[in-house]
C-alpha cells in the first residue's frame, strides 16, 4: 500500500481563500500552523528525513495565508539565504535591504548578498557605500544599524505580524508589503538551519540602555500595575515574568554582571511560582559566556512570548509607557512579545492563570482556529463467517438468533457517517488482513458482554506489580486483547509477559517450515515451535535504557524506542528485531503504532516528533514546533492526527497529512507526561508533573476540564472503551477513577467563549471523582481498558 508522500524538494503551495498566497522560504523546525514567529528547532534532525512544516503569514492582521510543504534538509554549512526582496522604492524598503546587505557582507556570505542584490535589482553604484560602515552617510548608516540589529533579531523565524490597532506590538518584522504580488516574500525571514546563529540570536539584547535605571524601570511599570483597576490587574501582571527575563539578560549580555545581580535578586520573588524552575535556571546564567550554550535562554529569544490581554488593558499600558518614555520596557515589548489582543471584558486572574504557565505564554488564538476532523471513520462491514455461526449452533440454539441483530445493529451504526470525520480516504490506510477480520468479529463478541460503566457501576483493577525490577522499569504497555504486556527496562531490555494460559511460542525453523502442509487447516499451529514455548521472551539490542513501547493492533510486532536515539521494530513471531530506525539523535521517549498498524509516531530530547511507516527508512513527516522535549505521543482514533505533549508545558496537535500544528494547548505547570483521546475522538486528556489533569476540546480549541487530586507526576490516563470513565494513574501511587460523562456534559462553547479563551471551569473536581485506589509502594506507569472494560494498571515496587 501506498505510504504518505515523503516530501522531497518541492515546495507545494495550497491556497486558502483569503487571498494571494505569501509563500515563506522553508524554516528550520518552524513551528507550524502558528501565526508568526515560529522556533528554530535547536536538536539536529538526523538522518536527513523530511519535514513538513507550515507557515502562514498572518496572526490577527488579517494577512494572506498559505501553507507551504517544505523540506528541511538543508545542505550542510550552506549560507543562509534571504528570500526575494520587494521592490526598493520606498526609503524604508531601500533602508532595510541596505541593512541587510550590510548584514550579509560583514559575516562573508557573499553568494547571498549577489543573489539579494540581483533580486531586489538595485545596481551597484546604489549600495556602493553599504561596504564600510563608515561609507555610509550618517543618517543611513543609523537608520541600518539599527535596523540591522532588528533583521539578526528575527532571523531564527519569521517575525510577528502586528496585532490589530497596536501598531507597533510587533515592529521586528522587517518585510516588504504583502498586498500584492510584487512581494513574494519577507526580506526579514532567513532559511536558517537547525542550530540558530548564537550570536544572531543574542545581538537583540545589545541595547545600550543605562543598567542603574533597569531597576527603576520594572519598579515604575509594577507601582503602575498594582496600582491599576482590579480589572486590567491580573492581565497587566502577566506582563512581569517577561519582561523581568528579558531585562535581565539584557544587563548579562552587556556585562552589567552586579546590576543584574541587584535586579534578579529584587524582583524574582515577584514571579508566579509556576516558572520557579525556570528562574532557577536564570540565575545560573550571571555572565555573558554563559548565554551561548544554553539552550533555554535561546528558547526564550527565539520565540516570541505570547500574552493575551483585552484591548482596553493594553491601552492602558501603551499610554502609560509613552507618558513615563519609558523606552526600554517599550523596545522589550516590541521586540520579544507577542500580544494577542481581543476585544472584550479582560480575564479575571482564575481565568489567566488556568491557561498560562507554558515556557513561551499562551498560544496565540489563531493556532487553534484551523478545522480538526475529529469525528470516527467508518468502520469496515464484516461478514461473520458461516463456521463460526455454525460453531455458535453447536453451543446453543439460542446463541447466532441472538447475535444476528448484535451484528446488524454495529453494521447500521457504521453506514452512517459522522460529519466531523475526515474523508475515508484522507490519509493512505492499510487494507485489513483476513486475521484483522477475525479479530474484529472476536471484538465484536467481547464487546457484547462488555460492563455499563458508571458512577454505580465502577471497574474492577487488577494490578500488575514488577517485582526485583531495581527502579528499572521504563515503559510498559498491553496488548489490545489484553492478552500479552511488555516492559521496557533501564539494562537496555524489553521483555514480553503472556497474561493467559497460553505461552509465547518462536516460529520453527526455515527447515522445518519446508515439511509442513501448508494446505492443512491448523497450519498456523504447527509452524509454531513448541520447544520454544514459554511464559516471558527478552528482546535483547538497545544500547541504553528502553523508554518507550507499543504493540501493533494486530499483535505481530512490538515497537520499543530508547536512549541510544533508536526506534525498534520487534517480530512476536520469531522474538528478533526486524528494523532500526534512526533519525533521532538522542533519547527517543515515546513511541505508539497507529490505530490501524503501518503508521507510527516517535517523540524525544531533540524537541521534534516523528512520523513512520513501518516499510520506510526514513520519517515520513516530523512536527517541529516545541521548546523542549517531546515527552509523550499519541495518535487520534481515526489516525489523522497525532498529540504530543512536551516539557515545554505545552500539548500540540499536528495534521498527519501535511505536518502542520492545528492545536496548541496550554495550561500544565509542568512537563507533560501522560495523553488519552476520548474514543469518540472529540476530547483529550492530558497529565503533567503539577498532578492535574486537563481536559479539552479538540474542535473548539478549548480547555473544558481540570481534575485535581493527584499529589505528584500523572504517568498514565486511559478512558474506558464507551467513554464513560477516564482513569488516571501516578507517581504518587494511586489510581484515579474520574467520571468523564459528567465532566464533558453541558460545555460551554459559544462563540464568545472560543473567540477570546474565557473559559470558567467548574471547581467539581471532588464531585468527579468516583474512587481512589492507592498501591503499598508502586508508582502506577501504565492503564489499559480490556475490552470487556476491566482495568489492568502495572507498575515497578520501589520499596521506600
Known sequence: MAALAEEQTEVAVKLEPEGPPTLLPPQAGDSAGEGSGGTTNNGPNGGGGNVAASSSAGGDGGTPKSTVAVSASAPAGGAPVPAAAPEAGAPHDRQTLLAVLQFLRQSNLREAEEALRREARLLEEAVAGSGAPGEVDSAGAEAASALLSRVTASAPGPAAPDPPGTGASGATAVSGSASGPAAPGKVGSVAVEDQPDVSAVLSAYNQQGDPTMYEEYYSGLKHFIECSLDCHRAELSQLFYPLFVHMYLELVYNQHENEAKSFFEKFHGDQECYYQDDLRVLSSLTKKEHMKGNETMLDFRTSKFVLRISRDSYQLLKRHLQEKQNNQIWNIVQEHLYIDIFDGMPRSKQQIDAMVGSLAGEAKREANKSKVF???????????????????????????????????????????????????NRIPLPELKDSDKLDKIMNMKETTKRVRLGPDCLPSICFYTFLNAYQGLTAVDVTDDSSLIAGGFADSTVRVWSVTPKKLRSVKQASDLSLIDKESDDVLERIMDEKTASELKILYGHSGPVYGASFSPDRNYLLSSSEDGTVRLWSLQTFTCLVGYKGHNYPVWDTQFSPYGYYFVSGGHDRVARLWATDHYQPLRIFAGHLADVNCTRFHPNSNYVATGSADRTVRLWDVLNGNCVRIFTGHKGPIHSLTFSPNGRFLATGATDGRVLLWDIGHGLMVGELKGHTDTVCSLRFSRDGEILASGSMDNTVRLWDAIKAFEDLETDDFTTATGHINLPENSQELLLGTYMTKSTPVVHLHFTRRNLVLAAGAYSPQ
Not at 455454525?390 to 451504526?413: Q, T
Open 374 to 424: 475529529f469525528g470516527l471513520l467508518k468502520e469496515p462491514e464484516i461478514e461473520v463467517p458461516l463456521d463460526d455461526e455454525d460453531e455458535e449452533g453447536e453451543n446453543e440454539e439460542g446463541k447466532p438468533k441472538k447475535k444476528k441483530p448484535k451484528k446488524d445493529s454495529i453494521g447500521s451504526k457504521s453506514k452512517k457517517q459522522d460529519p466531523n470525520a475526515p474523508p475515508q
